[in-house]
């Protein structure tokens, strides 16, 4: 399994980007990045997913560099609405044998954003 | 669309006790999981299913089984609940050929066992 590690936790404030690297020094080829916000009481939300390089969505950025060891998620100009749990899933499906055992959630990192 | 739907949303059990945990996704998703996530930890996956008759083991699969006989229905059973079953589960579901690991997830079920 791919073991991932992030920080506990992060302070902001509102209207700062806020990045949040996980490690993952032993990804597998066919594993891709993805990243998950998490609300109290509630079940986690896909915010993106990448696999190489940059990947940049309505929301949230994700960089990988070369080597995929690691990966960065980049929330801009954060609100307090923000405040939630973050999760780095890395894992993969294989179309061939549906094999999901890969897929790890780390154990997130608490986002508090301060006005 | 609802999305991911589970039932109950809370339940308390008694230790030996059995109970099936409901979970009805409507976007003809092939991908459906059952994970369970513990106080202040990530989730861990329980079982998943690729399709309808076809189901495998995830990292934690001890104490549980599940069925899959429809495509939007993936119910995990209990057969004889231990306190250290007590946790929140979440179904979630995926399409087959889109962006991996895309997972909709449903909105819990907080079980304690006593």
């Known amino acids: 399994l791919a073991k991932t590690t992030q920080p506990i936790s992060m302070d902001s404030y509102e209207g700062q980007e806020v990045n949040i690297t996980c490690s993952h020094n032993n990804i597998a080829t066919n594993d891709y990045i993805t990243w998950y916000q998490q609300f109290p009481s509630q079940g986690p939300r896909f915010i993106i997913q990448?696999?190489?390089t940059k990947v940049t969505n309505e929301v949230a950025s994700l960089f990988i560099p070369a080597d995929r060891k690691s990966s960065t998620l980049s929330l801009p100009r954060v609100s307090l609405s923000d405040t939630a749990v973050y999760y780095c899933l890395v894992g993969a499906l294989s179309r061939a044998s549906g094999s999901a055992r890969q897929l790890t959630f780390g154990s997130g990192t608490q986002l508090t954003v301060l006005p | 669309n609802a999305g991911v739907t589970q039932t109950p949303k809370f339940r308390i059990l008694k230790i030996g006790q059995s109970m099936t945990l409901q979970c009805t996704q409507d976007m003809n998703h092939n991908y459906m999981y059952w994970y369970r996530q513990d106080p202040g930890m990530g989730l861990k996956l329980i079982y998943y299913s690729v399709g309808a008759g076809i189901t495998d083991k995830g990292e934690v699969p001890n104490g549980y089984n599940v069925s899959r006989s429809t495509t939007e229905d993936f119910p995990l059973r209990l057969e004889l609940a231990a306190p250290s079953q007590t946790s929140v589960y979440f179904c979630?579901?995926?399409?087959?050929?889109?962006?991996?690991?895309?997972?909709?997830f449903g909105p819990g079920t907080r079980l304690t066992v006593l």
């Open positions: 979630a579901s995926s399409m087959r050929d889109r962006v991996a690991n895309e997972q909709f």
């Open positions: 990448g696999y190489k």
